[in-house]
């Protein structure tokens, strides 16, 4: 299949198979003669991998890793494991940092008036730090 074809079957975009090659996440594509790109079903396999990785948050170097895992039969579960609580644990941190930033925003936007006075303590408050 070409590579609109690819993407389509993947969910992954045409811009984005061509950057997955160039960063070599992915193998270099077959070509025809006329220089067009080719894919198996095997790559869009791996395409589908990667775009499930994507929507977990897992980054382009966890990807590499997941998709060495995967493709090694002789791997330990525990290796993915690992890797998966790792994200976790990461994940949780985001999570903490984006609660604190929206209480202190609920606070800021708690304490200014939202009336037509100039002054405004959300200002104030980035101005400060």
Same mark, same amino acid.
Do not use: F, P, W
């Given at each position: 299949?070409?590579?609109g074809? *690819? *993407?389509s079957a993947s969910g992954?975009?045409?811009k984005m198979i061509r950057h997955y090659e160039s960063i070599g996440l992915i193998g270099a594509a077959r070509r025809t003669d006329a220089g067009?790109?080719?894919y198996a079903h095997q790559d869009v396999q791996v395409l589908q991998f990667i775009h499930r990785a994507r929507m977990l948050g897992f980054s382009l170097d966890q990807i590499r890793e997941l998709?060495?895992?995967w493709q090694d039969k002789g791997r330990a579960s525990a290796d993915v494991r690992a890797?998966?609580?790792?994200h976790i644990a990461e994940l949780n941190r985001k999570? *903490?940092?984006m609660e604190a930033m929206r209480r202190t925003l609920e606070r800021l936007a708690a304490s200014c008036h939202g009336d037509s006075r100039s002054d405004c303590p959300?200002?104030?408050?980035?101005a400060a730090q």
């Open positions: 299949m070409n590579i074809e *690819a *993407a992954v975009s045409a067009y790109r080719v998709l060495a895992l890797l998966a609580r790792a999570i *903490a940092e959300i200002l104030d408050d980035l």
